[in-house]
Structures are given as structure tokens and as C-alpha cells.
């Protein structure tokens, strides 16, 4: 079946340096994909999904480039601020076997940024 | 803003007991999804539901049954709780089409403690 592995559990960095989360994925079809952001005690919440005109999805100075051949959707910032500390899932669609679409989700990886 | 809201968002239970976790969203979404989450395993999906009147088992349903009487509410349900199901627990909204294709809207988690 379909899946989305995170190989980092924990990622520290300092300040000012840049920031790329790793993320690849199994899926027999071409499948829609996202990173999700979630900061203490909050909910989840959506970053970037992967267009599909392969245009680079931006937000809040984080990117991502879907390379279907090597399935990959690596998460990317120039410079880590603090508040970018955060626990961020990497997803991908899927249509389930009652045809209603899910979201498979990583393991996770927690961003720690220090000063 | 539409909004996806919980209760309770705390709760402790005794082993055995019956716990249900409630679940409104106004986002008027055909999808409602019940996670939880815990460290190293990321969101895993307990039950899903594709509209009112409907539930669908998702990767880990043993031990839960979900409820689904209203597009707007979701509920989910341990007839016999166990302490292996103390975990924080998330409801979603999602639906599909236009820009938020499979996009999923989370509420603020019920952290669940089984004793």
C-alpha cells in the first residue's frame, strides 16, 4: 500500500541556518502531496501541498519541489528561524477502499531551532 | 473561520470504563476523520466517515467504534478502555475538490489518559 516515510525523528540546528526535512514516498498512482505543521500544544495544521503543473508550492519562506522520480518532497527554508521549532508531517492522498479520500502521514519529524 | 471543534479536551478514564470523544465541525465537509497520536507513530487513522450515517474503519479501529448522526458531528468510542489507549486524540474535516483537494482541518486534540 501507499506510504510516506520520514527518516528524521529529531532535527536541531542553529538559527539562521537552513532547514531541509526529508520525505519520500510509495504510491501506485501519481498522488497529491503535503506538509503539515504542528507547534506545541496546537493542531496540525497545513503548510504546503504539491501542485499539479509542478509549479514549487512557497509558504512562509518554506518550499518543497515534488521529484516524481525519486518521489521525493523534501522541505526546505534558507535560514531556520525559532518559530519554526515545530513537529511538521509530511502526507499524501489517498483514495481509501470506500472511495473517500485520506491522508497517509509520516512519522514525523520535531524541528528544533536554537538561538 | 470555519472551525473543527473537541471535547473533552481532557480526560481521564479508568480501565474498562466506556469513553466517548466528541467531535463538531462548521466547515459543512463531507469527511470527518478520528487519529491519534503518539511519539514515533505520527497520525494513524482510527475511523473515518464519508458523510452522515457513515463509518469506515481506518488502519487501527481495534478497541474504537465511531458515530457519525450529522454532517456536522463525529464521535468516537471505547466501550472498554485499556491504558494502551492513553494518547492524544484528533478530529479532522476534509472533502475534496477544487484548491483544498484532500485537504484536512484539524481540531485542537483531547488528550486522553487511561488508568
Known amino acids: 500500500g501507499d506510504s510516506v516515510t520520514q527518516t528524521e525523528g529529531l532535527v536541531t540546528l542553529t538559527e539562521g541556518l537552513p532547514v531541509m526535512l526529508n520525505c519520500t514516498y510509495q504510491?501506485?498512482?501519481?498522488?497529491?502531496l503535503f506538509w503539515y505543521v504542528q507547534h506545541l500544544n496546537e493542531a496540525p495544521k497545513l503548510l504546503l501541498k504539491?501542485?499539479?503543473?509542478?509549479k514549487r508550492p512557497e509558504h512562509q519562506g518554506f518550499h518543497a519541489t515534488l521529484h516524481k522520480s525519486s518521489s521525493s518532497f523534501h522541505l526546505q527554508k534558507s535560514s531556520a528561524q525559532l518559530s519554526d521549532s515545530a513537529l511538521y508531517y509530511c502526507?499524501?492522498?489517498?483514495?481509501?477502499?470506500?472511495?473517500?479520500?485520506?491522508?497517509?502521514f509520516g512519522s514525523g519529524t520535531q524541528l528544533t531551532v536554537m538561538p | 473561520e470555519a472551525a473543527v471543534t473537541q471535547s473533552p479536551r481532557n480526560k481521564v478514564a479508568v480501565t474498562g470504563g466506556k469513553v466517548t470523544l466528541s467531535c463538531n465541525q462548521t466547515?459543512?465537509?463531507?469527511?470527518m476523520y478520528w487519529y491519534r497520536q503518539d511519539t514515533g507513530h505520527g497520525l494513524r487513522l482510527i475511523h473515518y466517515s464519508y458523510g452522515a450515517g457513515s463509518t469506515e474503519k481506518g488502519d487501527i479501529p481495534d478497541g474504537y467504534k465511531a458515530s457519525r448522526p450529522s454532517q456536522e458531528n463525529f464521535s468516537l468510542i471505547l466501550e472498554l478502555a485499556t491504558p494502551s489507549q492513553t494518547s492524544v486524540y484528533f478530529c479532522a474535516s476534509g472533502d475534496l475538490g477544487g484548491e483544498n483537494y484532500a485537504e484536512q482541518f484539524f481540531g485542537p486534540g483531547t488528550r486522553l489518559t487511561v488508568l
Open positions: 466547515n459543512n465537509h463531507n469527511n
Open positions: 504539491s501542485f499539479t503543473d509542478n
Open positions: 504510491s501506485t498512482y501519481s498522488p497529491f
Open positions: 502526507a499524501l492522498s489517498d483514495r481509501g477502499s470506500s472511495g473517500s479520500w485520506q491522508l497517509i
